[in-house]
C-alpha cells in the first residue's frame, strides 16, 4: 500500500506564473484535502474534493483552483502567483469525505520570486 | 471555529513522559479533539482523536477534562524521535459542504534531549 505522493518536491517561480502541484491518494481514498503552510505556521485548509467534486473551500481566492480525477489523484493550480503564495503546499487523503483521519504527503516547497 | 491554546514550546528528557496541554474552552458538545505532529521536513501525521472518553492507541494517550475545555496528550516514553511540532485541533464542520475541516494553530515544539 503506497502513501501519499506529491511532486514536485520543490519548485520555484516567479510572480505572475501559474503552477500546477500533483498528489497521488493513498489507495483506497477517495477524498483529497490541500492545505498551505507558510513558514513558522500551521497548515491551513485550501478546499477539499471528494470523488471528483469540489467539496468544501477556505478562505483562499478563486485563483486558487483543483481538479480530482477518476482515480482520486489531485491538482492544484494557482494562477497569477504572488510572493506571498511561497509557502509548502501539503496534499492530504482520508477513505472519506468525513476526515476522521487524514494521511499526509511530504508536501512540494513553492518558492515565489 | 472552536480555538485551541498550546504553549510554543516545550522540552522533556528521553524516556521520560511528555505531557503536553491544550485549551479548548469554547468546544462545542460534538466537537472531537484531533492530535497530528509534524516532524521537520515531512507532512503532518496523526496521533489520536477522541470527544470525551480517554483515549489511548500505540502512539499516545488523550485525556480530556470532564467539562471539555482542555486535554492533554501523553507521549509514555518520548524518544529523539518524538522531537515534532504538536497540534491540538478541533475538528469543526465545514461551510458549505458536508464534510469536516481541520484548523491547525502553530501547535507546541517539543523537543526530546538525550
Known amino acids: 500500500e503506497t502513501g501519499v505522493t506529491q511532486s514536485p518536491t520543490h519548485l520555484i517561480k516567479t510572480r505572475g506564473q501559474q503552477v500546477t502541484l500533483r498528489c497521488s491518494s493513498q489507495?483506497?481514498?477517495?477524498?483529497v484535502s490541500w492545505y498551505q503552510q507558510a513558514l513558522g505556521q500551521g497548515p491551513q485548509f485550501i478546499f477539499q474534493?471528494?470523488?471528483?467534486?469540489?467539496?468544501g473551500r477556505g478562505n483562499f481566492p478563486p485563483r486558487f483552483s483543483g481538479l480530482q480525477f477518476p482515480n482520486y489523484s489531485s491538482e492544484l493550480n494557482v494562477n497569477a502567483l504572488e510572493l506571498d503564495d511561497s509557502a509548502l503546499y501539503l496534499c492530504?487523503?482520508?477513505?472519506?469525505?468525513?476526515?476522521?483521519?487524514?494521511?499526509f504527503g511530504s508536501g512540494t516547497q513553492l518558492s515565489v520570486l | 471555529d472552536a480555538k485551541t491554546t498550546q504553549p510554543p514550546s516545550m522540552d522533556c528528557a528521553e524516556g521520560r513522559a511528555a505531557n503536553l496541554p491544550c485549551n479548548h474552552s469554547t468546544i462545542s458538545g460534538n466537537e472531537y479533539v484531533y492530535w497530528y505532529r509534524q516532524i521537520h521536513s515531512q507532512g503532518p501525521q496523526y496521533i489520536i482523536h477522541g470527544l470525551k472518553n480517554n483515549e489511548t492507541n500505540e502512539m499516545a494517550s488523550l485525556i480530556i477534562t470532564e467539562d471539555r475545555k482542555s486535554s492533554t496528550l501523553i507521549l509514555p516514553h518520548a524518544t529523539l524521535r518524538d522531537t515534532a511540532v504538536y497540534y491540538c485541533i478541533v475538528r469543526v464542520p465545514n461551510s458549505g459542504g458536508s464534510n469536516y475541516k481541520l484548523t491547525f494553530g502553530k501547535g507546541t515544539l517539543l523537543t526530546v534531549n538525550p
Open positions: 474534493y471528494y470523488r471528483e467534486e469540489e467539496n
Open positions: 489507495s483506497g481514498h477517495n477524498t
Open positions: 492530504a487523503s482520508s477513505p472519506d469525505r468525513l476526515n476522521e483521519k487524514l494521511f
